[in-house]
């Protein structure tokens, strides 16, 4: 059975913080005494309470003074080197939140405009909507998903399963369902996919409102 997540909070409740940091307290001495040993490194700890009198020292008051002396003894460079106070752990906490929450932000936008993109190119919606900052990173969406399409499509290649050519060479998805009616006509599963035209640019597409190009493209970026 799962053990429950602990919340790490102050414990208004005075009897059960004096439980807990008893437990607790005990428990620190023990990993102590374990870290010593098994690494064979010089360790002490020293610990105050409202619930003591006297600090409880571990191993003993004497070898702890003489841990904490050839503690000083070292070069202000080594000693602060690895040395955390609350206030620098807080801070590292602090920014790695920031890290994830940015990384979180960067994803949950390019989700947005993948989305958006294909809704330009069914006809839904229009780019126009975007301002400039978001035209930009559009644009990166759009080679980003072009390229996994184009990615796809070579493994299939690759294992056996792929594409063969719809239109014939150099006849590109989008320009060969911008002819005649504006419908994709029946085709195999994949098409070949040629070199961009001059001039051409991924912002274009989203101005074509062609039913069935948002499909194509999904389709082949998932296992057949």
Do not use: H
Not at 49 to 73: D, H, N
Not at 120 to 138: A, F, H, P, Q, S
């Amino acid at each position: 059975m799962a053990r429950k997540k602990i919340t790490i909070a102050y414990l208004s409740n005075r009897s059960e913080r004096k439980a807990s940091f008893k437990k607790r307290n005990k428990g620190l001495m023990k990993k102590v005494g374990e870290l010593s040993t098994l690494c064979g490194v010089d360790a002490c700890a020293i610990t105050y309470s409202e619930f003591q009198l006297q600090p409880e020292v571990w191993p003993s008051p004497p070898e702890a003074r003489r841990v904490l002396e050839r503690f000083m003894e070292q070069p202000d460079l080594e000693r602060n080197q690895f040395m955390q106070t609350q206030m620098s752990l807080t801070r590292q906490l602090i920014e790695k939140t920031r890290n994830k929450l940015r990384r979180q932000q960067t994803e949950n936008k390019r989700k947005e405009l993948t989305i958006f993109m294909f809704q330009c190119i069914e006809g839904n919606t229009d780019i126009g909507k975007l301002d400039v900052r978001d035209r930009v990173e559009m644009n990166i969406v759009i080679d980003d998903v072009l390229r996994e399409i184009t990615e796809r499509m070579e493994q299939l290649k690759a294992s056996g399963k792929g594409p063969s050519s719809a239109y014939g060479e150099g006849t590109s998805v989008v320009a060969a369902a911008a002819k005649g009616t504006g419908e994709v006509p029946a085709q195999p599963e994949f098409v070949e996919v040629s070199e961009d035209p001059p001039g051409f640019s991924y912002l274009n597409i989203l101005m074509i409102p062609i039913d069935g190009v948002a499909d194509f493209a999904w389709n082949n970026m998932q296992e057949p």
